[in-house]
């Protein structure tokens, strides 16, 4: 009897090993394909994105071209807007609150992101890389046109969409602590900023905060 119920424990145990070995390495695969499609874009010098938190109700947007940057973050509910541009040298934000301006200019010498893209934290670190396809279920849907691999579980969302073409983030949805949902949606645009894109507001018609 004795006998018996090892053998069935070391069954369940082998069967569970077994499992455990094609969730994660599935998982492996997919992440590793993700994060090779992810590095295709890690230089560009022209990129567009925007990213809208309908919880929030605000919508980001992020202009690169050839070193310069420009931010620009619309709170749709009260009318605000801030703007914030650099060129590795000066960093300027202009900010709008229901029509009160104000500027700040400083001069700032700082390291340019030259992409916003959110990818896999530590992509490059295997350890990382198991534990992700451990602790995260992966399976696929469409989103608006486009098929994607969704997982959940991963760290920086609770449900989390990546294009299976691109490997680019297009959708994350999170539950926050007062048990709403927010869903944050991702658009990417290469090659297509100009200069005019990066224009600066009339600084006429703010008041200079701070000059530096």
Same mark, same amino acid.
């Given at each position: 009897? =004795?006998?018996?119920?090892?053998?069935?424990? &070391?069954?369940?145990? &082998?069967?569970?090993?077994?499992?455990?070995?094609?969730?994660?390495?599935? %998982?492996?695969?997919? &992440?590793?394909?993700?994060?090779?499609? /992810?590095?295709?874009?890690?230089?560009?010098?022209?990129?567009?994105?925007?990213?809208?938190?309908?919880?929030?109700?605000?919508?980001?947007? *992020? *202009?690169?071209?050839?070193?310069?940057?420009?931010?620009?973050? %619309?709170?749709?509910?009260?009318? /605000?807007?801030?703007?914030?541009? *650099?060129?590795?040298?000066?960093?300027?934000?202009?900010?709008? %609150?229901?029509?009160?301006?104000?500027?700040?200019?400083?001069?700032?010498?700082?390291?340019?992101?030259?992409?916003?893209?959110?990818?896999?934290?530590?992509?490059?670190?295997? =350890?990382?890389?198991?534990? &992700?396809?451990?602790?995260?279920?992966?399976?696929?849907?469409?989103?608006?046109? =486009?098929?994607?691999?969704?997982?959940?579980?991963?760290?920086?969302?609770?449900?989390?969409?990546?294009?299976?073409?691109?490997?680019?983030?297009? /959708?994350?949805?999170?539950?926050?602590?007062?048990?709403?949902?927010?869903?944050?949606?991702?658009? *990417?645009?290469?090659?297509?900023?100009?200069?005019?894109?990066?224009?600066?507001?009339?600084?006429?018609?703010?008041?200079?905060?701070?000059?530096?």
């Amino acid at each position: 009897m =004795k006998n018996k119920v090892i053998k069935i424990i &070391l069954t369940v145990f &082998l069967i569970l090993l077994v499992l455990f070995i094609i969730h994660t390495g599935r %998982n492996l695969v997919i &992440l590793k394909k993700i994060v090779r499609l /992810q590095s295709q874009y890690s230089q560009t010098d022209n990129h567009y994105e925007k990213i809208k938190n309908d919880l929030q109700n605000v919508v980001t947007e *992020y *202009y690169y071209k050839d070193g310069r940057s420009k931010l620009i973050m %619309n709170r749709i509910s009260d009318s /605000q807007m801030m703007i914030t541009t *650099y060129d590795g040298k000066y960093r300027n934000t202009y900010i709008n %609150n229901n029509g009160d301006k104000k500027a700040i200019l400083k001069e700032e010498n700082d390291i340019m992101t030259n992409i916003m893209i959110i990818k896999l934290d530590s992509a490059n670190d295997f =350890k990382f890389l198991f534990t &992700l396809a451990t602790s995260s279920f992966i399976h696929s849907e469409n989103i608006d046109g =486009k098929e994607c691999y969704v997982i959940n579980g991963i760290d920086f969302g609770g449900k989390t969409y990546f294009d299976k073409e691109t490997g680019l983030m297009v /959708q994350r949805i999170d539950n926050t602590s007062n048990n709403k949902v927010t869903t944050i949606n991702f658009e *990417y645009k290469f090659n297509v900023v100009t200069n005019e894109d990066l224009t600066e507001p009339d600084i006429s018609e703010y008041k200079i905060q701070e000059k530096n």
